[in-house]
């Protein structure tokens, strides 16, 4: 399979714990992106990267949440001291283009985080 | 937050009939793009439209760019089981990519 994996799918932790999701885009995409999504609501956008640099960070990424994509490849999501209302679906997404147009992001299935 | 207001949220119909659904804003948007979510898994792309007044299909499904820039319509025809799942629209705004909070679709067989 080509597409974008995210490991894991599902997350439960209790609260106060650190989590970290892995996401490994689309292998020719330079662009990845991370959206936190809640139930009944459509994908809020986190933040994204162009290669290795992380380039746009939503006010929505509070300092308990940092990304990673060391090497340009893959990408990593930590969030430290879980909140219960940190409880949502993590998605990734990758694109070849620029989102301002001409691009089509391509959408992992998500990792589902449950803070108990 | 969500600037993208959907309408209807949910929508209830019968195999073979024709759906509609908008999304507007009152900010323009340059790009508007129409996904469709399955439980469990992330968004496909239906449709993307990139310019006011453009009408796109993609088999039985069609999305107009709103003159305005600050809407946009997904049309259904002779709906089939398999279309249940949400459908969201989303856009570029401020570097920051904006989707609405969906429209629900149950197709009855």
């Known amino acids: 399979d080509t597409g974008v994996s995210q490991d894991p799918r599902h997350k439960i932790t209790k609260r106060g714990q650190n989590v970290t999701f892995r996401c490994d885009p689309i292998?020719?995409?330079?662009?990845l992106y991370w959206y936190r999504q809640t139930l009944g609501q459509g994908p809020e956008f986190l933040t994204y990267?162009?290669?290795?640099?992380?380039?746009?960070k939503s006010r929505l990424l509070s300092d308990r949440f940092s990304a990673e994509r060391p090497k340009g490849s893959f990408s990593t999501l930590e969030i430290q001291r879980t909140e219960q209302g940190d409880s949502a679906m993590y998605l990734c997404a990758s694109s070849s283009e620029g989102w301002m147009g001409g691009e089509t992001q391509y959408f992992g299935p998500g990792t589902r985080l449950l803070v108990l | 937050g969500q600037q993208l207001n959907q309408s209807p949220q949910s929508m209830f119909i019968q195999e073979g009939e024709d759906v509609s659904m908008n999304c507007t804003s009152s900010?323009?948007?340059?790009?508007w793009l129409w996904y469709k979510q399955d439980p469990g898994e992330g968004p496909v792309l239906l449709i993307a439209l990139y310019k006011a007044g453009e009408l796109t299909s993609n088999g039985r499904l069609t999305a107009q760019f709103g003159i305005t820039r600050k809407d946009s319509f997904l049309n259904i025809s002779a709906s089939i089981p398999s279309d249940v799942g949400i459908y969201f629209c989303a856009g570029p705004l401020n570097n920051d990519m904006r989707f609405g909070a969906g429209t629900r679709l149950t197709v009855k067989p």
């Open positions: 292998s020719e995409h330079n662009r």
């Open positions: 990267f162009q290669n290795e640099a992380q380039l746009e």
């Open positions: 900010s323009i948007f340059n790009t």
